[in-house]
């Protein structure tokens, strides 16, 4: 039963962690290319870079979360009880992730735009 649930945890929260990359890595380009209008090998390398980061962060999660306190599933019922709690709390930290990026960059757009504002112009 354990060895199950290991494989369903490892399945679902890497084809989660995929999916969610490439679609930020797809929408982001477009915000990126906007705020990088005059760089474009700029923006693809900030997305690919920040694609990269997300993925390292999001694995070394899934790996570190391997672990089990106490005895484990001993039944499906129990194994679907801790798929929902890893899946669950992984789907956190990526929504988290998700959120923090987009306030950097809406700041970094921010502060690109008004040079009063920003400490790099001036």
Do not use: C
Request: avoid cysteine.
């Amino acid at each position: 039963m354990l060895g199950t649930t290991y494989l369903a945890y490892i399945g679902v929260s890497l084809g989660i962690t995929f999916w969610v990359g490439r679609t930020l890595n797809r929408n982001g380009r477009i915000f990126l290319l906007e705020n990088y209008k005059d760089k474009p090998q700029l923006a693809d390398a900030i997305n690919q870079m920040l694609l990269v980061g997300f993925y390292l962060i999001n694995i070394g999660y899934i790996a570190y979360t391997m672990r089990i306190e106490g005895t484990g599933p001993t039944n499906w019922a129990q194994g679907l009880e801790f798929l929902s709690t890893k899946i669950g709390a992984m789907a956190i930290v990526l929504g988290v992730m998700h959120f923090g990026l987009m306030f950097a960059l809406q700041k970094y757009a921010q502060m690109a735009k008004d040079p009063v504002k920003n400490p790099l112009m001036t």
